[in-house]
Structures are given as C-alpha cells and as structure tokens.
C-alpha cells in the first residue's frame, strides 16, 4: 500500500509538472501547440483508450451497450460525409439526385439531427451506468428522442452538445473530475494540489496579458488552422466569454476570421484549448502504471501502432485529410467514455456525501 500511495503521490506530482509545461506552451505557441498535439499525441490517445475501454466493459452495466453510441457515432459520421459530399463538384450532382429521391427524407434527418445524435449518445450513457434493468434501460434511452427532437432548433443546444461537449468539456472539464475523483478516492494531498493546479494554469491563462502583436499568424499556419476545422470552437467559446459590446463590435465591422483570430480574448481561449488538449494527452500517458491502458491484446497495440503512423503521416500530408480520416475514431473514443464520465461524476458526489456520513455512502464506489 505505503509504495502505491508513493506511485500515485508520483504521478500526482509528475503531472503537475506536465501541466506547467503545457501552460508555458500553451501561452507561447497557442496555435502550434494545439495542431502539434492534436495531429501527433491525439491518434494514440484515442486508439489506446478504445482499447483500454473495451478491456473494461465500458465502465457500462452491460458490456454490449457500446453498440448504442457506436451506432449513433456512425450517425455522425454519415452526416459529416453527406455535408462533404454536398460541397464536392465530383458528387455534387449525385447528391441532388438522391436528396430528390426515395432517400431525400432519410438523408435529411441525417443533415437537421446531427447535435442531436451526441446528445443521444451522452445520455445514454448515463442509462447505461445507473439503471439495471435493460429494458427499462433501453427504454428511457429511446424516450430520450423526444427532447432531443424538440431541442435541435436552439442554438444554445447545438453549441453545447455539437460543439463544447465532444471537444473543449471531453478534454478539461471531464479531464478535471478525473483528477478530482482520483484525489477523493486515494484522499491524498498531490491529488489536491493537482486538481488546484489545474483550475490556477486556466486562470493564469484568462489572466495574462498577452499581445497579439506577438501571435500574428502566418499564412501557411493560418491555412492549416482553417483546415482542422477548429476556429468554430474558438467562435463558440468566445461568444460565451465575450462582453456583449466586444461582439457587437466585431459583428459591426464584419472582421475576417484571418483578423478575429488575432483578437486578445480569442487568443487566450486559443491558449486554452491548446493547454487543455494537451494536457489532456499528457495525463493519459502519464497513468501507464496506475491505470494500464498498455494491458491489451498485442494485436491491439500491432494496430494501434499502425493506426498512429498512418495518422501522422496523413496530419503532415494534409491536416484536413488526417482529419477527415481520424473524426470517427476521434468521436467515437469520445462516445465510448461517457459512461465513464458519468461514472466519475456519481463518485464524485458519492465520495463527497461520504466526508458528511462518515464514508458509508461510498462503498464500492472506487470499483471500475
């Protein structure tokens, strides 16, 4: 016990260094920093989750619900192929064609219900974790359409669930619970400090006073950030950050996204993102020895190894294409830990409540 706790304290502290690390470079190489990260740790992060994941059921009550949000991740991606295909002179026609046919109907509900299909895919998993007759389960998990129907034509719900949750929420808030459930569970003090940690380095962030004299983007970088589709999320945050004068202002004077980007607030969210993906990264390679995703099956890692050299290669090639070719995997990786994200909110709250009863609350509540 007295070496796990050594290891854990370890850990806790080597990752308090990892996360002074990807604020230095987060507030230096806002943009680089995250297409780096994105592009070269993010392909082995989520093949060796997957792998860790379906090693452990899921953290679901029953292991074949993964089918549930596979399904609904291969929904996102036949939207997002359907969205290219519309744009592509070489199946721009095609496309017409089928939107007029038999298929028009289908295909349109692929195109207005996309946000909703992650909305599914979270809630779910909170079905999958907490209720154990499975056909009251899939149930509730089929009742949840209805909102979900109702919701689609509100922009604070696409945000939230198209853009936030799947993105920014899956790489620092959820990556924040870990580490507290982590802290609550082991109740050690570099558990805290590393949980603190975290919330002073985005603090610091919002805090500093950076210049966009010194981020002004190159072309060629400016392309590239173009092309990973990201500058939606720097939009979204920034409308929620942004005083309302700020917006107004901008909306005013129709400024490009070349110039929004170089904005002082949209830089420093740029240097969030670029800290939060990165530490994301760093903190799942830095539990190796605590949590063992590295324990699958040598074909898995004969795969995964591939899969990671493939995506680079495709990254550096073209950014768009590496893109393209890893959004199932990366969605799909993210659809596959809600139920451990929920798992780690139950146990948040069952540790807390435990302080206040004298830990009877939290029998078993450690156990994945």
Same mark, same amino acid.
């Given at each position: ?180 459930? =982590?802290? %609550?569970?082991?109740?050690? /003090? @570099?558990?805290?400090?590393? +949980?603190?940690?975290?919330? *002073?380095? #985005?603090?610091? &962030? ?115 294409? =590496?893109? %393209?070719?890893?959004?199932? /995997? @990366?969605?799909?990786?993210? +659809?596959?830990?809600?139920? *451990?994200? #929920?798992?780690? &909110? ?23």
């Amino acid at each position: 016990m007295a070496n796990l706790k050594l290891s854990l304290n370890g850990v806790n502290y080597l990752n308090i260094g990892l996360m002074f690390i990807s604020l230095v470079m987060a507030v230096t190489f806002p943009f680089e920093l995250f297409l780096f990260a994105y592009a070269v740790l993010g392909p082995l992060h989520y093949m060796t989750e997957i792998g860790w994941l379906h090693n452990r059921n899921y953290f679901a009550l029953e292991k074949r619900d993964f089918i549930i949000p596979t399904i609904l991740c291969t929904f996102i991606g036949i939207s997002m192929l359907l969205g290219l295909a519309d744009g592509w002179e070489s199946t721009k026609e095609m496309m017409v064609s089928l939107r007029a046919g038999a298929f028009g109907s289908v295909l349109e509900l692929f195109d207005q219900y996309s946000t909703s299909f992650i909305f599914l895919a979270f809630t779910s998993a909170i079905f999958m974790v907490t209720v154990k007759n499975r056909y009251l389960r899939y149930g509730l998990i089929l009742a949840m359409i209805v909102p979900a129907y109702f919701l689609e034509s509100y922009k604070t719900y696409q945000n939230w669930f198209a853009i936030f949750l799947p993105t920014i929420i899956h790489v620092s808030l959820f990556t924040a619970l870990f580490i507290l459930f =982590g802290a %609550l569970k082991s109740k050690s /003090i @570099s558990g805290y400090l590393s +949980f603190g940690f975290y919330f *002073l380095c #985005v603090a610091l &962030i919002f805090m500093f006073d950076l210049d966009p004299k010194k981020y002004i983007l190159s072309e060629e970088l400016y392309i590239t950030y173009q092309k990973s589709t990201f500058a939606s999320l720097n939009i979204g945050l920034w409308e929620v950050l942004a005083p309302t004068s700020e917006i107004k202002s901008v909306e005013a004077a129709g400024m490009n996204l070349f110039k929004f980007l170089n904005l002082k607030l949209v830089l420093k969210i740029q240097a969030f993102i670029a800290f939060a993906y990165t530490y994301h990264y760093l903190n799942w390679f830095s539990k190796t020895e605590i949590i063992r995703w590295h324990d699958v099956s040598k074909s898995w890692l004969a795969v995964t190894g591939v899969v990671w050299i493939v995506s680079v290669s495709l990254y550096y090639y073209d950014y768009r294409t =590496g893109l %393209l070719a890893l959004f199932f /995997i @990366s969605m799909l990786h993210v +659809f596959l830990e809600f139920p *451990l994200n #929920v798992q780690s &909110i139950i146990g948040i709250g069952k540790e807390t409540l435990g302080r206040f009863t004298g830990g009877a609350a939290v029998a078993g509540s450690g156990k994945k």
